[in-house]
């Protein structure tokens, strides 16, 4: 079976020599040697060179005659959950929705994150007792990550 750590040392390798904010999400190798990896930016997108890039340093470094195998090398995508820190502070200013593992679901702006817990702000209008106007009520909400099943960014066409 081939090596994460040295899948991971050519994936690394590249990223050093583009130094454009790229880092690893995932990095999965299967018992039929099948190499996934996923990669997001800092700021900005990942751009299809990038993954090429990434795809030949890997293929070109792994030696075929010793084990055969799969590589697809490919961006977070939008619609997939957060799975590192650098994902969550990436998205500090941006709308998400976060979902618990008690199953209470939250939509705001992320405002802050650490390796041990993010914040999220959120906002609605309210009307107060006694009042004929709404007004508009701002809560932050502080939520480790251990509790934290899933994040994903807001996708809106406004």
């Known amino acids: 079976m081939i090596s994460k750590k040295k899948v991971l040392e050519l994936i690394d390798e590249r990223i050093a020599e583009l130094n454009n904010g790229l880092f690893v999400v995932e990095l999965t190798i299967s018992s039929n040697n099948v190499i996934h990896v996923e990669l997001d930016k800092h700021e900005g997108n990942v751009a299809i060179n990038d993954c090429m890039s990434v795809s030949r340093n890997v293929e070109h470094n792994l030696d075929r005659e010793d084990e055969d195998f799969e590589l697809h090398v490919s961006s977070a995508g939008l619609d997939k959950p957060f799975r590192v820190l650098a994902q969550y502070t990436k998205n ?67």
Not at 105 to 125: C, F, P, V, W
Not at 132 to 143: G, W
């Open 92 to 158: 500090i200013g941006k709308e998400v929705k976060v979902v618990l593992h008690n199953g209470s679901k939250l939509e705001g702006i992320l405002k802050a994150a650490t390796d041990a817990e993010i914040t999220l702000e959120t906002s609605r209008m309210e009307k107060p007792e006694g009042k004929k106007k709404k007004e508009l009520i701002v809560e932050e909400h502080v939520f480790p990550l251990d509790q934290i099943k899933d994040t994903k960014i807001v996708i809106s066409f406004k």
